[in-house]
């Protein structure tokens, strides 16, 4: 079971394989499985422990890292509780050698956990990346197809906009597949209105 695995020169962490969309563009329906950040699956047979989790973290020297990711084959904020839970147990151990960490997210924890996390997020992650993908409604719904339809892209923009004012450090991607210049533009104005960034990241077909 890949729990955690390095790339880029960060650590990954892959706690989950639940996800409430279906993004046409996902590794997890175009890739092998494990793709080019880890010769292993990161389908998971269950899901890991905290516990496990901490202990997979603790026999690596993760002063190594530039940045610790939560991220894998599913949306990690479904384990909100257990991310915050190492982040403590973390920095109790490393205090200031503990790399940043951050949260690669589609947003819609609120929908998820059914409350408000944000300030929860305040003083354990140092940046946010967050799934745009479009700047309309019709269109986001149409590449990521949501459990819980446009509701999930309000959901998303007002999580983007509360996290904001207490991450550090929150961005927007849209993955390139040939994005015509206006609409990078029409995304990278909603996400500066939100207090964020525009991040384009390249598409990976496998």
């Known amino acids: 079971m890949t729990i955690t695995y390095e790339y880029g020169g960060s650590l990954y962490v892959n706690l989950t ?75 109790e151990r490393l205090g200031e050698a503990l790399p940043p960490l951050r949260i690669n997210t589609n947003g819609h924890a609120d929908l998820i956990l059914g409350r408000d996390v944000c300030g929860e997020l305040a003083g354990r992650i140092q940046t946010l990346s967050i799934s745009l993908n479009a700047p309309d409604c019709a269109d986001y719904c149409a590449l990521t197809r949501p459990r819980d339809g446009e509701a999930a892209w309000e959901a998303m923009l007002s999580f983007t906009r509360r996290a904001a004012r207490v991450v550090p450090r929150v961005r927007m991607t849209v993955v390139d597949q040939g994005l015509d210049p206006q609409f990078v533009e029409r995304c990278a104005a909603l996400a500066e209105s939100l207090g964020a960034q525009l991040h384009v990241r390249a598409y990976i077909p496998d």
């Open 17 to 91: 394989n639940r996800c409430d969309c279906a993004c046409t563009f996902c590794l997890r329906h175009n890739g092998s499985g494990g793709s080019i950040y880890t010769g292993e699956s990161l389908w998971l047979e269950r899901e890991p422990t905290r516990e496990e989790a901490l202990a997979d973290f603790l026999r690596r020297d993760l002063t190594a890292y530039r940045e610790i990711v939560f991220c894998g084959f599913g949306e990690p904020m479904f384990r909100w509780d257990d991310i915050a839970w190492l982040a403590d147990a973390l920095r």
